[in-house]
């Protein structure tokens, strides 16, 4: 993970610096906080960057059900703004403290919508010549992406936490989701208990694939009530860096600068199989790394007086 010296102004409307990488660093961030500045001067919220950023990355999505390279093109163009945008609201968030139980719900579906609208165009484009085959492979290679996202998101947020404690980090918790979904009406509170209802379900998947990691904060929870000791922090935080690189090429920019190159090679086919092979052994390369060391910390915890 390559590191570069932000100004001071840009640092401090990320996450941090642990968690970027080489593209977002160098573009995606820069970009994003002069649209955040930008967008603060005219009043605009981040749900806002938000709802236009979705309807943006859609329309790039759609772009790639055309045959033309010019077109598909402009979808690229389309999308690199969408993220652009994607990266603007929750550095305009940061920086203005405007965060929202809706901000999370719409910054949560953004990349997901981006994302079904691109296979379902490459899906109809592609059905002529693939028939119905080309759905199974699409519908395959969904139900990984969204286990390759979703457990880059919860490493990220592991990661944050340890280095920038609770306030830092958006790591949830099943069972406390839980007892907050008991509080909320479904008749004053429709839209935030339905999201509640799937992210309940989102976090509860990505606990099952990491029951390592689990028991630590079981330990920690139990043993350290509920804060972490300092030499566990830094361990910690020592043996996860090296999964960042891998979160971040699970999230957005290296399976869309290979989307790219199937559009321009007009075999779009092969984002899918790029997703089923490379991306799923980075999954599994994360996910059993940072299970193992884990089981190692949970030991460590348990032993320590």
């Not at 709802?51 to 059900?65: E, K, Q, T």
């Not at 484009?125 to 395959?140: D, M, Q, S």
């Not at 935030?192 to 029951?211: D, V």
Request: include cysteine.
């Amino acid at each position: 993970m390559i590191k570069k010296k932000l100004k001071p102004e840009i640092e401090s409307t990320l996450k941090s610096m642990d968690t970027e990488e080489f593209i977002d660093i160098h573009f995606y961030r820069p970009v994003g906080y002069r649209w955040a500045v930008f967008f603060h001067k005219l009043g605009v919220t981040p749900n806002m960057i938000t709802i236009a950023a979705i309807f943006i990355g859609i329309a790039a999505g759609i772009c790639y059900y055309f045959q033309s390279l010019a077109v598909n093109i402009l979808g690229m163009l389309l999308l690199v703004w969408a993220n652009s945008y994607d990266s603007a609201d929750g550095q305009l968030a940061r920086m203005t403290g405007q965060k929202s139980p809706l901000g999370r719900i719409l910054d949560g579906f953004c990349g997901d919508l981006w994302f079904i609208a691109i296979y379902a165009a490459i899906c109809l484009r592609l059905t002529p010549e693939w028939g119905i085959w080309i759905w199974v492979l699409e519908a395959i290679t969904g139900f990984f992406h969204s286990k390759q996202a979703a457990m880059a998101d919860y490493y990220r947020n592991v990661h944050l936490l340890f280095l920038k404690g609770k306030s830092g980090s958006e790591l949830s918790h099943s069972a406390t989701l839980k007892e907050n979904y008991k509080k909320l009406s479904w008749k004053h509170d429709f839209i935030y208990k339905l999201f509640e209802t799937f992210y309940i379900n989102y976090t509860a998947g990505q606990e099952a694939l990491s029951p390592n990691f689990q028991q630590m904060m079981e330990v920690i929870r139990t043993k350290y009530h509920d804060e972490a000791p300092n030499w566990f922090r830094a361990a910690f935080r020592a043996k996860s860096f090296p999964l960042m690189k891998y979160t971040n090429m699970l999230s957005f920019n290296t399976r869309v600068l290979f989307l790219f190159f199937t559009l321009f090679i007009h075999m779009p086919w092969l984002y899918f199989v790029f997703e089923l092979t490379v991306l799923n052994a980075m999954l599994v390369y994360m996910i059993v790394t940072h299970e193992r060391f884990c089981k190692e910390f949970t030991q460590e915890l348990i032993n320590q007086p």
